[in-house]
């Protein structure tokens, strides 16, 4: 996705991926800012762990608690901090690290487009999982308004402290531990549940056939069609796996990168192909 959009837009920069164990996760972003590195994107585990180990972080970063986004950057001129990109052929004498995260934006504007769905307000939610992923969808999904959450997770304690960090962010917003007894408009599923071919459904089957809600998201993107979103269709619900989330955190992680307006057809279709063909 990013390599198609980097030719696309003509710039000379690769886009690699590197197996950096958590431990040395310090040593790695040190080492890329060394390099001068334009930026780099994380993933699990190190979104959380990044947070104290960039020299600033953008304040939705700090409150979504994960920074999967770094931008190097420099001074420039007017001693403004600005991306690596644009600071053009000026002698670089500083280099920054800053944490941004792409992720939560992304899941409303692939909910927004996969379901053609505007307007939230008011909206009733059953989020599955009380991990990173479900954490920064369940603040942003607060954001537009949406009037309840209810909470699905293995390890109670971790809906617990998830249910707590969004009332203390959104008092007026209604969080509701375990299964609603009625249908609601939205079921996202934010669990690692899908992933392999044998995993059990996320979801409590019975409650979806009973239920039958309007719109299910699963964030996994690979496989294309995880068991859930097939028991989704059988059911007659709309259902949309991850892909829109994943290119739209990697169009904004760009777009900081570069300045650039990132062209989504191309990395959209760069995605198809090396992720579901
Ligand atoms: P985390 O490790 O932070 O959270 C994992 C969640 O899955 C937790 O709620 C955990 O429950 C639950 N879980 C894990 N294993 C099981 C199991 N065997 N049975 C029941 N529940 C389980 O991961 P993330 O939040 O970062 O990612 C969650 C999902 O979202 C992943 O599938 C990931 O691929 C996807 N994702 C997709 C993105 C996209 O761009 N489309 C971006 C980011 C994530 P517990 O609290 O009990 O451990």
Redesign the pocket.
Known sequence: MQNAALAALNLNWRYLAFDVHPDNLAEAIAGAKAMGFIGLNL???H?LLALDLVDAVEARAKLWGAV?TIVFETRDAQDAWVPLASAGDAAIKEIRSHGFNT?AD??VQ?LKEDFQWADMRGATVLL????????SAALRLAEEDVAKIYLV???EE??RQLAANLTAHHPRLSVIHGYPRDSVDLVV???????KPN??L?IDRAWLESFRPPRIYD???RPKETALLRAARAAGCRAA??????LY?GAEALKLWSGAQPPLQIMRAALEKNIHE
Request: proline share 7%; no cysteine.
């Open positions: 993933t699990v585990p979104k999967n992720d992304a899941i692939s599955l999982g009380a991990g990173g992923a479900a954490r997770n293995r390890t971790h809906a599923n934010a669990t690692s549940l899908g992933l995993d059990p996320p964030m996994i993107y796996n991850g892909l829109g989330m994943l955190q």
